[in-house]
């Protein structure tokens, strides 16, 4: 006897296909759910670890820009020490140039003839006084005029008192004469 399937072979193999492809959509589904949440876990922490990263680096910067600033602040402390010890030492060099200088005007100075001001700014040295006649200012130019220690000295004002003295006013310009011409004084 001949056997006769009376299933319909057809609609079961179309079964069988719809579940394993119903199994392989179930699969690839959780396969891809797993990537992505493996994606998602990867690309989470590798935010925190830059995260992190950059967090110890702005940390890092604010403590190298604290030192900078210390640096910062011993440069202009080392400028300022430097210039302090600059000028003392102008200041103890020119000792002797303005023990001199006072002494070249002490010498330039005739007699009724006194100072009421004197001002020294730089190089620029102001003299205001009072003086009993022309003569004797004309003395004090010629003098100052022939010292190695003052240059170009001019009368800037003279004014006639009512006590018969004249009120006057003269700048120059200090020089430190050479060795060689200083060498006599």
């Not at 579940?19 to 179930?26: G, N, Q, R, W, Y």
Request: glycine share 4%; hydrophobic share 45%.
């Amino acid at each position: 006897m001949a056997k006769i399937d009376l299933l319909p072979w057809r609609e079961v193999r179309r079964e069988k296909r719809n579940k394993d492809f119903k199994a392989t959509l179930v699969l690839i589904a959780i396969v891809s759910a797993g990537a992505v949440g493996i994606g998602f876990q990867y690309f989470k922490s590798a935010v925190q670890v830059q995260n992190a990263r950059n967090t110890y680096l702005q940390t890092e910067t604010a403590a190298l820009d604290k030192k900078i600033a210390e640096i910062q602040k011993l440069r202009e402390l080392r400028t300022e020490l430097i210039d302090r010890m600059e000028l003392i030492q102008a200041l103890q060099g020119n000792r002797p140039v303005i023990v001199r200088v006072f002494d070249e005007i002490v010498r330039a100075v005739p007699d009724d003839l006194y100072f009421t001001d004197l001002q020294v700014k730089g190089n620029k040295v102001t003299v205001k006084g009072v003086a009993a006649s022309n003569n004797r200012l004309s003395a004090m130019m010629r003098n100052f005029d022939s010292s190695v220690w003052f240059r170009d000295p001019q009368l800037i004002k003279v004014e006639a008192n009512k006590s018969g003295t004249n009120n006057f006013e003269i700048e120059m310009i200090r020089v430190q004469p050479s060795q060689a011409a200083d060498g006599g004084k």
